[in-house]
């Protein structure tokens, strides 16, 4: 069975740019996390979504943005890139939300450069 | 609130030899714990979970975990280290609803040959 698949893998923007990060969780978890690791730190919570609502948010500014489909797939969209949003965007699936005793499967994340 | 403190920031050890990796954690109910590894320019691979079944938690690859609540740590350990085991890894905690993860700092291992 496919993982969590995670596209593009590197991508490379300029400040004030947009950008979209596409996920596809495993097949058959409907929950969906994305998480940012900047160089040399541990992954900082960013969403969460669970049958397409949003079930938690970390502490990030209003321009980071996601949404889940029916498909249970999942997009993290940044607005006015900054230097600091450079970072390895993680995406992690679950079957259900809302359970913490529940293992994360992570994907290989997308390498986002800003220059 | 949640949290997780990873004592050791970089580990080194020689192939063969035990492998310890400390992590104490802070919760204000009974906590889901959980280590995982990261290769270079990978995502993160589940390497054991506690979830207050058992204190002592066997994962992949040889590593176990031993849940310690009087000491509130969660050391990974393995008996022999192997080339392959170097990377980085992270203890992590969840929240009480399994919304949010909260990682620590990640503890880089290195194994000498």
């Known amino acids: 069975d496919a993982g969590v698949t995670q596209s593009p893998t590197h991508l490379i923007k300029t400040r004030g740019q947009h950008v979209t990060l596409r996920c596809s969780p495993i097949?058959?978890?409907?929950?969906v996390s994305w998480y940012q690791q900047v160089l040399g730190q541990g992954p900082q919570f960013i969403f969460q979504?669970?049958?397409?609502?949003?079930?938690g948010r970390g502490n990030f500014p209003d321009r980071f943005s996601a949404r889940q489909f029916p498909n249970y797939s999942s997009e993290l969209n940044v607005n006015a890139l900054l230097l600091g949003d450079s970072a390895l965007y993680l995406c992690?699936?679950?079957?259900?939300?809302?359970?913490?005793?529940?293992?994360?499967?992570f994907g290989d994340g997308t390498r986002l450069s800003i220059l | 609130a949640q949290s997780v403190t990873q004592l050791d920031s970089h580990v080194s050890v020689s192939e063969g030899t035990p492998v310890l990796l400390r992590c104490n954690y802070s919760?204000?109910?009974?906590?889901?714990l959980f280590w995982y590894v990261q290769h270079p320019n990978k995502g993160l691979q589940l390497l054991l979970k506690?979830?207050?079944?058992?204190?002592l938690v066997k994962g992949i690859n040889g590593f176990e975990a031993e849940f310690k609540k009087s000491e509130t740590s969660f050391h990974l350990t393995k008996p022999s280290a192997h080339m392959s085991d170097a990377a980085e890894y992270f203890c992590?905690?969840?929240?009480?609803?399994?919304?949010?993860?909260?990682f620590g700092t990640g503890t880089s291992l290195t194994v000498i040959p």
């Open positions: 992590v905690v969840s929240d009480l609803g399994g919304n949010q993860f909260y």
């Open positions: 992690a699936s679950t079957p259900l939300g809302g359970y913490s005793n529940q293992p994360q499967h």
């Open positions: 919760s204000s109910y009974s906590p889901s």
């Open positions: 097949s058959g978890h409907k929950s």
């Open positions: 979504y669970y049958e397409k609502e949003e079930r």
């Open positions: 506690y979830t207050s079944a058992a204190t």
